[in-house]
Each structure stands twice: as C-alpha cells, then as structure tokens.
C-alpha cells in the first residue's frame, strides 16, 4: 500500500496527473470507499486491501470531463470495465493513468462477519490466509470462506489494459484459493428445475428489490445519462415493486440492457444490500451468448463488435429456446 | 343483465412487419384464410423495430402470448434488420424462460408477403398453444386487469 501512495504522490508532483482515484477509510474498517485525492498530503488517508471492492472504473466517465489526467488503480477484473468504457466510448485513454494493482480477491463483510469477527479495522492476506486486525487483536480466518462469491470463479489476474503494474506482474497466475468453481454451475442448476420452481425462486428473489438503484448505479456498463428507468412513462418507476411484473420488468431490462456488455464484474450482485443474487441473470445472457454466438468475454478487448450488434446468415433461430427443452 | 364470461379467450398480439408479413396477413384475409380473431395485429416498420420491452408490455397490458412476424432472414427490407431482431428475440426467450415463464407464449415466424396460407396457419397453431396454457398469470400486471 505504501509503495501506491508514493508512486501516486510522484506522479502528482510531477504533473502527470491531476488526481487519483482510489479508496479511502470509510466509517467502518471493513467499509473502504472510492475517493479522490488531489493534493499529496490528502494521499495519507489512502487504502488499499481486500476490502476494496469497488470498482473505479465507472468514475472515470465523470473524471474525464475534468482537467488533466486522472490516475487509477484498477484490479485485473476491473480493467475489463474499463476496456468497455472505452470501446463504448465514454471514456478517454489518454485522459487516465492507470496502476494496475495485484488482487488475491475481494471480500465479504458479511461473510468474514459470520465467521464471528468483530471490531474489524483491516485485513491483510498471508497465502491461503486472511489475517483480520479487529478491536480485539489479530484474527485468521481461511480465504476462500472470507471471499465474495464472484471471486471465488475469478477471471484471472491478468490486467487488460494498464499504465503501469505493482504488486504484481503481467500475465500472473491466479493462486489456489481463486477459481475453485465453474461460474455458469448455479446458472445451469436453475435450468435444470421445472419452470414453477424457477419461477417461485425468481419471485422469492426479485420480490426483495427495494429498488434503490444501487445496482444500476455501480454498474460500470449501466453508463446512460438518462436512463429509461427514471421515466415517468415507464411501468417500473422509480419505487419499490408493487408486484411481480414491476419486479420482472426492472430486472429483465436491468440485464438485458447491458447483455453483451457486462464483463461479469460482479458489483451489482455486491452492492445489492437485499443480497439478490444479480450476477445470475447476467450470467445467463453469457452463457446464452457463448453458446449460441462463440464465446464472447466483455471488455476482453476494445475493437471486437459485441453480439448484439453483430450477426451471422446461420443463427439459430428463436424457437431453439423450446427445442432446447425449455417448457420442462 | 349480467353476461357470463367462462370460456377462456385468449388475447394474442402479432408483431407483423410493414413488407412481409403484414402483406401476408392481409392476402390471408383476401383469400379468406381463417385464424382466431383473438390476434390482434400491430404494425411494425420492421421486425427489429420491436423492442424487448414491447414484448413484456404487451404481456403487462393483459397479453396471453406475443408473436413477432417479420420477412425471411435474407428478405429483410431494410438488408439486416430481422438479424438483429433474431438475436434479440432468441435471448428475450431464453431469459423468460429461465425466469419460469412458459415458453410457449412467445413465438417468432418468419412469414413472406406470399405466405398467406403459413399466416393462417401459424396463428392458428398459436392460439391453440395458447389455449393450451391458458391465462397468462405468471407476467402481468395485476393494476391492468379488470
Ligand atoms: S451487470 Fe453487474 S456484473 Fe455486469 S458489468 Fe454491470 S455490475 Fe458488473
Ligand atoms: S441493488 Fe438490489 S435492491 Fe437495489 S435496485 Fe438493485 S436489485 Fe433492487
């Protein structure tokens, strides 16, 4: 952490860039939050670790219609977002600077919580530990129970797109306690039910959306100036749903809106503070792409045409979903 | 007097678009082609003029199933628009699906302006699907029905 604070106060002395965007203490230790700094002393309140979940890249929409370049420390996943962003359009290159930064994964409060810290000031990871500074001294907990779920099928450590590395080297592998599941598993056991019962799990989720919008506003691909959500003339305003089809309505045009764009970062289902488990219908537009149009990875890179904007003469047709053996 | 509604009519609402299969429903009529008057048509520039959303719209305002018509790919008037619409409507599907809603509500046939006779038919087969699974209970807004 100390070597990005003094790499970041260079920069900003020599004029490199204007601020940098990271993550600073928040009013929990357990809570980090994005910040700016733009003076070098304002740089000691400076945070980074594995509770630094945010990621930064949505931020630079708004950064670069600042002055100068604004320097960012991305995680590997994160540089996906912000290949999107750029591909898209709303976000300048030579108007960023980016850190990419070494990540062991990302953690959940709840989960550590759980675990039964309390007091919690910081964390640190020691190989396939998680050492936890609390009110109450040092705690160790194994890792892989402490991180979010979409950590634990991890895209890899490899950053798409970066100024410069620390803590960690281009190419880099990642470690044991990542990667331990396959990401469409929970996608294809709901497949797998008969349509009332996804039908009743869907319901038992979405029927918890207070719609704060949080997931929407995290999203790095959910980047519209106006959105059709803040419509007046739309059937699902903004408030909490008044029955299953508002709830149906948001999340089905939640999800379709950034099918194609989503590079399965993860923040929606992370900020959901009803716990919805968004990264499930995302994911289901993934799978569905990949299988029906090739394999296609947002953000993998900043030219390619994504699928929905794009065809071939010999796509499947709509019925597939049928014959599939949709309808079980 | 109070009329007794007990048989279950579908509502069914067509996509047609404006060069094909609008035409193809309309020389189904000029040829005196039969299908249930529960389809009710909307005329679209072109297949891919249909949003998602018109889809679960028309399913919110009391729809029982939607089916969207529009050229053969490779007739499309304006060269590509029915491909995007193809992948459009093919993932829409498979998320309703996945999200427990019957496929069978939803549907997509390509019908030329020479297809009166596979107009009539298809909707035929439809709102017997239809009928088939009756009320549509698992998309709707409750605040639209009466
Ligand atoms: S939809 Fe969720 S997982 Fe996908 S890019 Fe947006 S926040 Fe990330
Ligand atoms: S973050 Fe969760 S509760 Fe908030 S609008 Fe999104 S799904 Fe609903």
């Known amino acids: ?328 | 007097m109070q009329v007794e509604h007990t048989e279950f009519r579908p509502k069914i609402v067509a996509f047609c678009c404006n060069w094909c299969s609008y035409a193809g429903a309309d020389l189904a009529g000029s040829s005196r082609l039969a299908y249930p008057a529960d389809v009710k048509i909307i005329r679209v520039p072109c297949s891919c003029r249909v949003n998602p959303m018109f889809i679960l719209r028309a399913f919110q305002r009391g729809a029982d199933g939607v089916i969207l018509c529009g050229c053969h790919p490779g007739d499309c008037h304006y060269t590509t628009g029915n491909y995007y619409a193809r992948r459009r409507m093919t993932l829409l599907f498979s998320m309703l699906d996945y999200l427990g809603v019957e496929d069978g509500r939803t549907r997509v046939e390509w019908v030329s302006a020479a297809e009166g006779v596979k107009f009539s038919a298809t909707m035929n087969e439809f709102v017997a699907k239809i009928h088939e699974l009756g009320e549509n209970v698992r998309l709707e807004d409750l605040r639209c029905k009466n």
């Not at chain 1, 980090?32 to 980074?48: C, I």
């Not at chain 1, 399965?264 to 919805?276: A, F, K, L, T």
Request: hydrophobic share 35%.
């Open chain 1, 1 to 328: 952490m100390q070597e990005l604070i003094t790499r970041a106060k260079e920069l900003l002395a020599d004029g490199t860039v204007s601020r940098v965007l990271g993550w600073k203490k928040g009013d929990l230790g357990w809570d980090p939050e994005p910040a700016y700094f733009e003076k070098e002393e304002d740089l000691e309140g400076f945070v980074y670790n594995p509770f630094c979940g945010a990621n930064l890249s949505k931020y630079l929409i708004a950064a670069g219609k600042l002055e100068g370049r604004t320097l960012v420390f991305l995680k590997p996943c994160d540089t996906y977002s912000f290949n999107q962003l750029v591909k898209e359009h709303r976000v300048k290159k030579e108007k960023t600077y980016i850190i990419g930064v070494g990540c062991r994964g990302t953690l959940d409060p709840e989960k550590v919580r759980a675990a039964g810290m309390k007091g919690i000031e910081d964390a640190a990871v020691d190989g396939e530990t998680l050492k936890v500074a609390t009110l109450y001294g040092e705690k160790e907990m194994p890792l892989k129970d402490a991180l979010l779920d979409r950590c634990l099928v991890c895209k890899g450590k490899t950053h798409v797109a970066y100024d410069e590395l620390i803590g960690t080297q281009a190419g880099e592998e990642a470690g044991p306690g990542e990667l331990a599941g396959d990401r469409f598993a929970e996608v294809e056991r709901l497949e797998a039910l008969p349509p009332k019962e996804r039908f009743a799990f869907w319901q038992g989720q979405l029927s918890k959306c207070i719609r704060c919008n949080a997931c929407r506003n995290a999203c790095p691909a959910c980047s519209c100036l106006k959105c059709v959500f803040d419509s007046s003339q739309f059937d699902s305003s903004q408030k909490a749903n008044a029955d299953t089809f508002e709830e149906q309505m948001f999340h089905i045009i939640r999800a379709y809106h950034v099918a194609g764009r989503c590079t399965d970062c993860g923040e929606c289902s992370r900020v959901c503070p009803q716990g919805i488990p968004l990264h499930l219908l995302n994911r289901k537009f993934i799978k569905d792409i990949n299988t029906f149009y090739g394999e296609y990875q947002a953000g993998a890179d900043t030219e390619s045409r994504a699928p929905l904007t794009d065809f071939t003469f010999e796509d499947v047709e709509p019925g597939i979903v049928s014959k599939r053996g949709g309808g079980r």
